[in-house]
């Protein structure tokens, strides 16, 4: 049911006065307000708050048809040049590694973004549509048992995090029939070179098929069922009125139609050409980067699930 204008008025009222907004307001100054999202951030980051919070305006309207109403809600975004004042502005205890872009917090509604470092525009918003997913998430099926490659891959998603190396990835695990089984990255999520960068495209790329294959309508009963309380199975192959492991051999069968592709240009120096051109300059660069973030992250079990003895939802996410 949606959300009556005054309900949202009420609880963005509430959110604004919440305590720890007074504790982040010592590290940084300035706040500024855009609809349901609240920032905090240090001097200079006006122009740059209104930038995202016109960026995620498209994911805000499409969240809200693939995730329920219940997706809404206000948003507290902290923004700053250095991760040691977002560590001091959160409202819960957190360290941000020295190779975090971003962090959600769920549980409190809130999101946080390193902005210094001369990142390029585009990453920001990239990685803070991440974080944004990530909370509605949560906000959709508070306290459900997710797969990591459905949480992650839904937020790289909503992020647009889709782009030629996860291409060039995944063709190569087609085409070389090494490709993860549902079943194993829910077990266990790589985290260590090629296999992460694998784990990772997979779950997108599988995330973008149930949506783009089966529609939002789908994708949105399973949450509702997962906020109902049915397990992440279960929840699944209901809204979807077939068993995961169908689901699977459908995307399989729709990659190897997408990939033909690449084995014609594997055989040819036209990926080369292409290669040199576009990645020569940055793709190495950028390549090692994401891959040592992504090793930092210890190897993580397939699920995202608070700890037996925490409030319901998942912990600090990093990004």
């Known amino acids: 049911m949606p959300m009556l204008p005054e309900m949202q008025a009420v609880h963005l009222l509430l959110f604004l006065l919440l305590p720890a907004v007074v504790t982040a307001g010592d590290e940084l100054p300035r706040r500024s307000v855009h609809g349901a999202l609240v920032f905090q951030h240090t001097e200079g980051l006006d122009a740059l708050a209104a930038d995202l919070a016109g960026a995620v305006q498209d994911t805000v309207r499409d969240m809200s048809v693939e995730l329920g109403e219940a997706a809404r809600g206000p948003v507290r975004v902290l923004l700053a040049t250095e991760r040691a004042a977002l560590e001091r ?35 920001v918003r990239k990685t803070f549509l991440h974080e944004y997913a990530h909370v509605g998430l949560h906000r959709a099926a508070p306290g459900a ?5 459905f949480q992650e891959g ?23 029939g090494r490709l993860y089984s549902l079943e194993a990255l829910t077990e266990r999520f790589p985290g260590e070179g090629d296999d992460v960068e694998l784990a990772y495209a997979q779950s997108i790329d599988f995330v973008g098929f149930l949506l783009s294959r089966h ?51 594997a055989t040819t120096s036209v990926v080369w050409i292409a290669a040199s051109l576009i990645f020569v300059l940055a793709y190495l660069r950028r390549r090692r980067a994401r891959r040592r973030a992504m090793e930092a992250m210890e190897d993580d079990p397939g699920w995202i699930e608070p700890p037996p003895d925490g409030p319901p939802g998942p912990p600090p996410l990093l990004h």
């Open 89 to 123: 502005a959160a409202p819960v205890p957190i360290r941000m590694p020295a190779w975090a872009a971003g962090m959600a917090l769920p549980r409190q509604g809130v999101v946080l973004l390193f902005v210094g470092g001369g990142r390029p525009l585009d990453e």
């Open 154 to 176: 839904y937020a790289m998603y909503r992020a647009g995090e889709w782009n030629f190396q996860r291409s060039a990835t995944l063709g190569r695990g087609v085409l070389s």
């Open 215 to 265: 529609g939002a309508p789908a994708f949105a009963d399973a949450l509702s069922r997962l906020a109902r309380g049915e397990a992440f199975l279960s929840a699944l192959e209901e809204a979807y009125d077939k068993p995961l492991a169908v689901l699977e051999d459908e995307w399989r069968a729709d990659l190897k139609s997408r990939f033909t592709w690449f084995s014609v240009l």
């Open 145 to 149: 048992r997710l797969p990591r490659w």
